[in-house]
C-alpha cells in the first residue's frame, strides 16, 4: 500500500491495472469489499481515536463510486 497523501489515486490506478489485466476478477469485488470494509472501520478507529460505532455498520459506496478517478467522499 503506497505511503503517501495520494494513496488512494496510487490504490485505485493498481486497482483499475489488475482489473484491465484480468477483468473477471471485477465479479469478486463486491464480496472483497465486504470482507475489507470491518478491518478498514478497526485501522479507521486506530488511527483516528474514535470507536468503531462512529462508523457506519456497511460501506456506503458503490463500487464504482470507490474505484471512480474523480471521486472523493465528502
Request: proline share 7%; charged share 30%; with cysteine.
Amino acid at each position: 500500500m503506497a505511503g503517501t497523501a495520494n494513496a488512494p489515486v496510487e490504490e485505485r490506478n493498481d486497482i483499475a491495472r489488475l482489473l484491465k489485466e484480468t477483468p473477471s476478477l471485477r465479479r469478486f469485488l463486491a464480496e472483497e469489499l465486504g470482507a475489507a470494509y470491518p478491518e478498514a472501520v478497526e485501522w479507521a478507529a486506530d488511527e483516528s481515536g474514535l470507536g468503531d460505532e462512529a462508523f457506519p455498520g456497511e460501506c456506503g459506496y458503490s463500487i464504482d463510486e470507490l474505484l471512480g478517478r474523480d471521486y472523493w467522499p465528502q
